[in-house]
């Protein structure tokens, strides 16, 4: 499936462009999203819902109000795992990028390689500092990712 997919986005334009590897990641990850957030959903009882339609809410009220707050939780464990998928992706990164000025960091981090030659300091520097933004984001979503994951199997 990646041969025809590189030759209609090269044909369009969205080969080493961040726009191509963007509507990838969306079309790659949508199911996944929508799995686990219709999970979040179906968790949050139909009575606060109610509730909410009793004091006056429109629909959308009750959507940008009651269930999107009451989902924090399961937005923050989708940002969490999708980040670091996207972090992590190197198939379609090396296929579609090849301009230096566009590769996402796992791509550039394979330049500290080479075929005979290693040098450890920069591959050691290079992991650390790669891996830097992921712990940053695991702390900061840390409480809502253990909650996420344990309210979206109940129901």
Same mark, same amino acid.
């Given at each position: 499936? $990646?041969?025809p997919?590189?030759a209609?986005?090269q044909?369009?334009?969205l080969?080493?462009? =961040?726009?191509? $590897?963007?509507?990838?990641?969306s079309a790659?990850?949508?199911?996944f /999203?929508?799995?686990? =957030?219709?999970?979040?959903?179906l968790?949050?009882p139909?009575?606060?819902?109610?509730?909410a339609?009793i004091d006056?809410?429109?629909?959308?009220?009750?959507f940008?109000?009651?269930?999107?707050p009451?989902?924090?939780?399961?937005?923050?464990?989708l940002? =969490?795992?999708?980040?670091?998928?996207?972090?992590?992706?190197? @198939?379609?990164?090396?296929?579609?990028?090849?301009?230096?000025?566009v590769?996402?960091?796992?791509i550039?981090?394979?330049?500290?390689?080479? /075929?005979h @030659?290693t040098n450890?300091?920069?591959v /050691?520097?290079?992991?650390?500092?790669?891996?830097l933004?992921?712990m @940053? $984001?695991c702390?900061l979503l840390?409480?809502?990712f253990?909650?996420?994951?344990?309210q979206g199997?109940?129901?």
């Amino acid at each position: 499936y $990646i041969v025809p997919l590189y030759a209609y986005f090269q044909k369009l334009g969205l080969t080493n462009n =961040l726009l191509g $590897i963007i509507i990838i990641y969306s079309a790659y990850y949508l199911p996944f /999203s929508i799995f686990l =957030l219709r999970s979040y959903f179906l968790s949050i009882p139909k009575e606060i819902c109610d509730a909410a339609k009793i004091d006056g809410c429109s629909d959308s009220q009750i959507f940008w109000k009651v269930v999107l707050p009451l989902a924090k939780s399961g937005y923050a464990t989708l940002v =969490l795992i999708l980040t670091y998928w996207t972090w992590n992706e190197f @198939f379609f990164a090396v296929t579609f990028l090849q301009n230096a000025k566009v590769q996402t960091v796992s791509i550039r981090y394979l330049r500290f390689t080479e /075929s005979h @030659f290693t040098n450890f300091a920069y591959v /050691s520097t290079g992991g650390v500092i790669t891996i830097l933004p992921i712990m @940053f $984001i695991c702390i900061l979503l840390q409480k809502r990712f253990i909650a996420g994951l344990t309210q979206g199997g109940l129901k």
